[in-house]
């Protein structure tokens, strides 16, 4: 059994849908730590420009500490019935991707999230896009909140604990886990260790050229059903087990 994870990100790229597709679980770190100029609350979209970012502001009065779920985007009660953050961020996707090919195909559901749904915290927003943009992609994996389980540890500790209390065989990492991963701690307690080195596929944008590690949306709005097949172009899909 493969088991990987990730923190939660807002509009996240497509590498980590890719982990998604190679694993049978997939931890939902939802209680690390926030990470401030990091993906957790940004991404970025394309421009006839180039890219823009798109980031989440954090209210950091409201925010009860520096876990990620505990953090609060921006609220703003005057604003009704959304924050402001959340209008200019849909006015931005709407306004880049409006003559995209595909764009009407998931505009509805995206609309509601923006517009209709005022969020309570930055991890409900990133769990609710993890949840849509999986559904989209057909990739239906066993996912499990952090939050939901007394894990304990840090880094390579932590993951080592979820491995053995889930039952996984090899556990599958980014590609900085090679960073901080002790392979041998790993190998003592039977776990194959797997590097995830994700290539970014070429596909029509919106825009003339071609812009890399974009949010998933980009891929969405323009090659529309055709998104898994494109994301997973030139990569692995399936991983040797013991």
Request: proline share 6%; glycine share 6%.
């Amino acid at each position: 059994m493969i088991l990987s994870g990730h923190q939660p990100v807002y509009l996240p790229w497509l590498g980590l849908f890719h982990k998604l597709f190679l694993c049978d679980v997939f931890v939902y770190m939802d209680t690390v730590q926030y990470l401030s100029n990091d993906w957790n609350n940004r991404n970025r979209i394309r421009t006839p420009q180039g890219w823009s970012w798109l980031t989440v502001p954090i209210d950091k009065a409201r925010s009860s500490g520096n876990r990620l779920h505990e953090i609060v985007p921006l609220q703003d009660p005057a604003a009704a019935p959304v924050p402001e953050w959340q209008e200019r961020h849909w006015a931005s996707i709407e306004r880049n991707y409006a003559r995209a090919e595909h764009f009407e195909t998931y505009a509805p559901a995206l609309r509601e999230m923006y517009l209709r749904t005022r969020w309570a915290t930055l991890v409900d927003l990133c769990c609710a896009q993890f949840t849509l943009f999986s559904g989209w992609l057909g990739i239906s994996r066993r996912v499990i909140r952090m939050s939901e389980h007394p894990f304990s540890g840090h880094k390579d500790e932590l993951v080592l604990q979820q491995a053995k209390e889930l039952g996984a065989t090899t556990v599958l990492f980014g590609a900085h886990g090679r960073d901080y991963v002790d392979l041998e701690k790993f190998a003592q307690a039977g776990q194959a260790v797997v590097f995830q080195d994700y290539v970014s596929p070429v596909y029509p944008q919106r825009f003339p050229g071609f812009e890399p590690s974009l949010c998933v949306l980009d891929l969405f709005f323009n090659v529309g059903g055709d998104s898994l097949a494109v994301l997973l172009d030139g990569n692995v899909r399936r991983l040797g087990t013991p």
